[in-house]
Nanobody, 116 residues
Framework: QVQLVESGGGLVQPGGSLRLSCAAS???????MGWYRQAPGTQRELVATITSGGSTNYVDSVKGRFAISRDNAKNTVYLQMNSLKPEDTAVYYC???????????WGQGTQVTVSS
């Protein structure tokens, strides 16, 4: 399986920014990488994904505020989060999967807290 390690979470004020990173240990190019989040009492939701070809997808609530990117050579994905809101508070999980879900791996999660 692919091993994923997230970093960059923390405590920020509303309107602030954070940049999450996820480094994948894999000897091949990962088809799709993304970020999911789960707040207390909620279901885990997709935040953003990006394919090896650069195609992106975002949940409506973060469009215009978050930007996902990746370094294919390093199998690393980033999530730049700007204009953070208290509603963004959650544990953010990195995901890596194959085109046909031949692998579907998760990181340990990193806490993002937006204070008010």
């Amino acid at each position: 399986q692919v091993q994923l390690v997230e970093s960059g979470g923390g405590l920020v004020q509303p309107g602030g920014s954070l940049r999450l990173s996820c480094a994948a240990s894999a000897p091949f190019n990962i088809y799709a990488m993304g970020w999911y989040r789960q707040a207390p009492g909620t279901q885990r939701e997709l935040v953003a994904t990006i394919t090896s070809g650069g195609s992106t997808n975002y949940v409506d609530s973060v469009k215009g505020r978050f930007a996902i990117s990746r370094d294919n050579a390093k199998n690393t994905v980033y999530l730049q989060m700007n204009s953070l809101k208290p509603e963004d508070t959650a544990v953010y999980y990195c995901n890596a999967r194959g085109m046909l879900y031949e692998y579907n791996c998760w990181g340990q999660g990193t806490q993002v807290t937006v204070s008010s």
